[in-house]
Every structure is written in C-alpha cells, then in structure tokens.
C-alpha cells in the first residue's frame, strides 16, 4: 500500500535583535490557542519563501527580509474543520522583522508574544519545530 503523500505548507519564523539578543514572535493557532509560527498553503504565483512573507504579514502584520532557502522543516498533524487530521510537512524559512504594521488582515484572531529563543523553543509543540528555533540561538 502506497504512503499517503503530505500535504506541504511554508511557514516564517520571525525574529528580531533586541537589548536581551535575539527574540522570536510567536502567534496563537486560531483553533486551540497553542503557541505556533505563520504558516500556510502554497500561493500560486508566490515562491515558497514569498508564501511565507505572506503568512507574517497575513498573521502577525509584519515586514521584513525573508531567507531565500528554508532553515529546517517539521511535520504536524494539520486538523480540519471536520475533525480530521492529515500529516503536514512544514517548510520553515527565517523572516528577520524590519516593521510592524498598524493593522492586518487576521488582527485580533490571534495572540503575539516575543520570547528569547530559550523560551519559544519550550513554547512550541513540535520537536522539529524546537530544534529549528533553537538553531537561531
């Protein structure tokens, strides 16, 4: 029997140089309210690093330069309105902050909260997805 194929989805992983060093902007999922990082489906016409740029402004109204080439990937069950859940594979590219915008279009959906590496790394949920913020240490 043939493995299912995952479905792909290409998230920023935004950061920014503060007094304490480098910090890390997590957001709310909309469904359970755990701390995640901008992701999304693939945009026609956009590049993967494009879509992600796109994610962080769409979810937290933020500019910035985004990288080229992802840092890492990590995988996740992605639940449906329906209740049912398909594995996901995360494409995750480093999107440094230059702006934050004065409004967006998911404003107020969500919760926005900096941390230190340290601490977004222990706020996120997926293995993968730690390993990958703390490389930004």
Known sequence: MKK???KKQYAALPWRHS???REVLLISSRDTGRWVIPKGW???G???AQTAAR?????AGLGGQVSKKPIGAFEYGKRFANGRVEPCKVE????????????????GQRRLQWFSVP???EAVQEPELKDIIRKLE
């Open 4 to 6: 299912p194929l995952k």
């Open 42 to 44: 693939p945009i026609k």
């Open 92 to 107: 995750v590219f480093a999107f440094e902050q230059m702006v934050q915008h004065p409004s967006w279009p998911e404003q």
């Open 119 to 121: 601490e977004a790394a």
């Open 55 to 59: 994610e962080a402004y769409e979810e």
């Open 19 to 21: 007094g304490a060093g």
């Open 46 to 48: 956009l590049s993967p």
